[in-house]
């Protein structure tokens, strides 16, 4: 199994333009999550889906959109990026997910600055 | 609300000796509580967790934590440190008590811990 990958591992973008940042997971876990990791901050969850076809905010969801059409799949859509979602990008995935106590799978991160 | 405190930055360790990365959290009910490790340009590591049972929970790597209620913490531990256990530690708590579909953990600030040769 290649667990969670994400693409892509480094990008530059301008302010206003736009991207998706992509993660799959091939585990077959029902629960994924995309974080952010500024320094000293910790992580803080921008989105979660509990399963295909469903999604919700986390604590920082301002300037995201997610979709969740498949199990497998779990893309991050930046609309207009701004200075302030120059990050670190975690996507993550469970089975049971954290009411099962089931630990998470990170991805490697994809690094995205804004300028 | 749920919260996760790790109350040092920076914890240095000579090599050999014991260490302590300390936890402490804040939960209406039960904890599930976790840690994990993150290496350089790497992602998040699973190395345990407590869901119930034994209060000392062991795990990845020589790794072990223990729960305690009365002080709620969740400390993780090393008998003798190795210089590869250098990296960013992070706890994480979930409170199961919640009645919605609000399904989701806090995480810490994260602790970065220093071994010296």
């Known amino acids: 199994n290649a667990g969670v990958t994400q693409t892509p591992k480094f990008r530059i973008l301008k302010i206003g333009q736009s991207m998706t940042l992509q993660c799959t997971q091939d585990?077959?876990?029902?629960?994924m999550y995309w974080y952010r990791q500024d320094p000293g901050m910790g992580l803080k969850l921008i989105y979660y889906?509990?399963?295909?076809?469903?999604?919700d905010k986390g604590e920082v969801p301002n300037g995201y959109n997610v979709s969740r059409s498949t199990t497998e799949d779990f893309p991050l859509r930046l609309e207009l990026a701004a200075p302030s979602q120059t990050s670190v990008y975690f996507c993550?995935?469970?089975?049971?997910?954290?009411?099962?106590?089931?630990?998470?799978?990170f991805g490697p991160g994809t690094r995205l600055t804004v300028l | 609300a749920q919260s996760v405190a790790q109350p040092e930055d920076q914890v240095n360790v000579a090599e050999g000796n014991p260490l302590t990365v300390k936890c402490t959290y804040s939960?209406?009910?039960?904890?599930?509580l976790f840690w994990y490790v993150q290496y350089p340009n790497r992602g998040l590591q699973f190395l345990l967790k407590y869901i119930t049972g034994d209060n000392l929970v062991k795990g990845s790597y020589g790794f072990e934590a223990e729960f305690n209620k009365s002080q709620t913490s969740f400390h993780l531990k090393k008998p003798s440190a190795l210089v590869s256990d250098s990296a960013l530690y992070f706890c994480a708590v979930r409170d199961p008590g919640g009645m919605n579909r609000d399904d989701k953990i806090i995480f810490g600030k994260g602790t970065r811990l220093h071994i010296l040769p």
């Open positions: 993550a995935s469970s089975f049971l997910g954290a009411s099962g106590g089931d630990e998470q799978f």
């Open positions: 585990m077959n876990h029902n629960y």
């Open positions: 889906s509990v399963g295909a076809g469903i999604t």
């Open positions: 939960v209406s009910g039960n904890p599930y």
